[in-house]
């Protein structure tokens, strides 16, 4: 028989781990409301026509987000290239080049950069590229991603780098391999689940983000055909058909809300498989 | 002096196969107490290294203090000393490995076969092609297989060709007493071997990019007696080639692999002679204190 002591103990235990469960649950329930509702009021309107149709005009029922779709994953693709590489590099710098001096410079900045606001960089991307160019663009929408996507990246990279053990270094180094090479064929070639983490990371945060494009793709009725022109993206179509006044439009923004919500979902899982199966 | 260690301890444990015991007949064995002749200007035979008055800092820390010996080659040379006497640091001067530590600098020249190591316009890199180097704990790449593992040296430095490679591969799997353990498997990741077997794939790793001298930094430290006995058997395979140079804190082993032993402490070479000499008949008070075990 437990004496009262442990009894309290016991009894204090099991509280706090409901106590605990309780506050998880508290924090997942929304999101899974959010979820299940979206689903409910999306599904509905997701169908064929969604996925392969271009935008009927206001007021007129049918068509669907086909450019939008294909805009978002376009400006996905141009913030992917034109970013990725500078955050990488940069990241590499951190860890294998730098000095501390430097490095906590780089490193504050990049935070400073993580934390701007994101109708910052439309503004930017408006500045330094809409208007030079005379007009809103896919281009400069990428390019706003971009900006959003390198601190990012670049932080990642550098903690996934960071990681890599010294020993390998010298190992390589002890070979008579050159510096460089060291620093693509070994130490990038080990990090390299850790870096595609990383950049799928920054994808899911760009992917659902809509004031850097509205300055800069704006959005369109049709297909976008060449980077000079403006483009349709998931973000701002929800917007525009969420605020307008026609049922029709309401309904697909529903369904493009969940598109988006299961394409960043989808992201965040192919991170979390990847890291699963890192095997070390 | 009474001869602190037998020719009994020579061949040491029964799991370790007794090593033939060093002889002294190595060429120049020269340079005993730390003293600062400058170079003669001609290279005598058979000195891999020449090291001149070599002192190293790790900013103010002075861990190597006037150290001038010369190294002879094709043979087996250990450094000796106890824990922190600037062994490992020593070890990595000869390869400019050192060099990787922020704040090291040297004073002092070293030569390796009449070349400065560290002249205006020497390539580290170069350097460290010709001198190669194990660790203490085995390290190899662990998102290459096997034979990935031991050509990448070569891989990475241009080679191409592949009848060449094919055949580095096995020479080196062999020479390193590998080959025939891992000939079906050259497919599966480096990693998936055990200590003593990723140890010796380090070696063929090293191995295959023909060094002239190898440098091994307490190789056997972290392995069983079984594999520590297949990697000096595999030392004393490669003193025809090769030039080694092995720091060990294990002075049986340092008995039974070496022709000639350094014995450092606290930075400063105390002495540096023929095996057999330091081990039984020691010329410095402080080499007996430590070969007999008093300290350290």
């Known amino acids: 028989m437990l004496s009262h002591y442990d009894q309290y103990r016991k009894l204090k235990s099991g509280f706090m781990s409901a106590l605990a469960i309780f506050c998880a649950l508290l924090v997942v329930l929304p999101l899974i409301l959010v979820f299940f509702y979206l689903l409910k009021m999306g599904f509905s309107s997701l169908n064929w026509n969604f996925f392969t149709k271009l935008p009927k005009p206001a007021g007129e029922e049918g068509g669907g987000m086909a450019n939008a779709i294909v805009g978002t994953l376009e400006l996905m693709g141009l913030a992917l290239v034109m970013g990725v590489p500078f955050g990488i590099m940069g990241g590499i710098y951190l860890s294998e080049y730098g000095g501390e001096k430097i490095n906590s410079c780089i490193r504050f900045g990049a935070d400073v950069l993580n934390g701007v606001p994101s109708i910052v960089w439309g503004l930017v991307g408006y500045a330094l590229v809409v208007m030079p160019m005379g007009g809103y663009s896919a281009l400069s929408g990428g390019i706003a991603l971009a900006f959003i996507m390198i601190p990012m990246v670049l932080r990642t990279t550098e903690e996934v780098l960071v990681l890599v053990p010294n020993s390998y270094r010298e190992a390589a180094m002890a070979l008579g391999i050159p510096r460089w090479k060291i620093t693509t064929s070994i130490i990038l070639r080990t990090a390299f689940k850790g870096l595609v983490t990383g950049v799928l990371l920054s994808l899911g945060r760009i992917a659902g983000e809509t004031a850097p494009i509205l300055f800069t793709a704006l959005g369109s009725t049709d297909w976008n055909h060449s980077l000079k022109e403006p483009l349709a993206a998931l973000p701002i179509q929800i917007y525009y058909y969420a605020i307008s006044p026609f049922d029709d439009q309401n309904r697909q923004a529903w369904a493009g809300a969940l598109v988006l919500i299961l394409l960043v979902f989808l992201l965040s899982a192919s991170v979390r498989i990847l890291s699963s199966r890192r095997s070390k | ?296």
Not at chain 2, 8 to 13: H, Y
Not at chain 2, 36 to 65: C, E, M, N, R, W
Not at chain 2, 86 to 99: P, Q
């Open chain 2, 1 to 296: 002096m009474n001869p602190v260690i037998t020719k009994k301890t020579f061949s040491m444990s029964d799991q370790v196969k007794p090593a033939t015991s060093p002889t002294s007949a190595s060429a120049s064995v020269a340079g005993s107490a730390p003293s600062s002749t400058p170079a003669p200007a001609v290279v005598p035979p058979g000195v891999a290294f020449d090291i001149q008055d070599l002192s190293i800092f790790y900013g103010k820390h002075q861990a190597i203090k006037n150290v001038s010996i010369k190294i002879p080659a094709s043979s087996v040379t250990a450094i000796i000393g106890p824990s922190g006497c600037g062994k490992s640091t020593a070890l990595r001067a000869l390869n400019r490995m050192h060099e990787l530590t922020p704040g090291a600098r040297h004073t002092g020249k070293i030569l390796m076969k009449g070349e400065d190591l560290y002249g205006p316009g020497v390539d580290a890199t170069l350097v460290r092609r010709r001198v190669g180097m194990i660790f203490q704990k085995s390290n190899p790449f662990p998102t290459l297989t096997i034979a990935e593992n031991v050509l990448v040296g070569l891989r990475l430095n241009g080679v191409r060709d592949k009848t060449l490679l094919s055949r580095r591969l096995e020479e080196s799997l062999r020479m390193a007493a590998l080959w025939d353990e891992v000939k079906d498997h050259l497919n599966r990741p480096g990693t998936g071997l055990s200590g003593g077997q990723q140890q010796r794939l380090c070696i063929a790793r090293a191995l295959a990019v023909r060094p002239e001298i190898i440098l091994m930094d307490e190789p056997c430290s972290a392995l069983d007696p079984i594999a520590t006995a297949k990697v000096e058997e595999l030392i004393h395979s490669l003193k025809t080639e090769y030039t080694v140079v092995i720091v060990t804190h294990n002075m049986q082993q340092a008995a039974r692999v070496s022709e000639n032993t350094a014995f450092f402490y606290m930075g400063s070479l105390i002495e540096f002679g023929p095996t057999e000499q330091i081990f039984m008949n020691p010329k410095n008070p402080q080499t007996e204190a430590y070969v007999s075990g008093r300290f350290g």
